[in-house]
């Protein structure tokens, strides 16, 4: 019934760009708080960007500068705009629903930052 379908993730060269989109179906964006996070090879999941209900965004400080979280209300999705891109931003990012009694979690996109 739910559902985040995450998608965007490839591969590009440092200093790139690339879009990460979060299509959900089953809830409505904008009633939850929602977040990229990324994993790496070898490391724990985490937190990347929050956007709010109330469109309030928030970005760890690696991010800051580089990475925009925003919601498409009309299409119900999520999107993060990644400028700047580092190897080191290399990851399987996912993209995920909160609320009070609720987690939802995208299958994950890859995204590779290689010369």
């Known amino acids: 019934q739910v559902q985040l379908v995450d998608s965007g993730g490839g591969l590009v060269q440092p200093g790139g760009s690339l879009r990460l989109s979060c299509a959900a179906t089953g809830i409505i964006v904008s009633r939850y708080i929602m977040g990229w996070y990324r994993q790496a090879p070898g490391k724990q999941r985490e937190l990347v960007a929050t956007?709010?209900?109330?469109?309030?965004?928030n970005y760890v400080d690696f991010v800051k500068g580089r990475f925009t979280i925003s919601r498409d209300n009309a299409k119900n999705t999520v999107l993060l705009q990644m400028s700047s891109l580092k190897p080191e931003d290399t990851a399987v990012y996912y993209c995920?629903?909160?609320?009070?009694?609720?987690?939802?979690w995208g299958q994950g996109t890859q995204v590779t930052i290689s010369s």
């Open positions: 995920n629903a909160r609320n009070l009694f609720s987690n939802y």
């Open positions: 956007i709010t209900t109330g469109g309030t965004t």
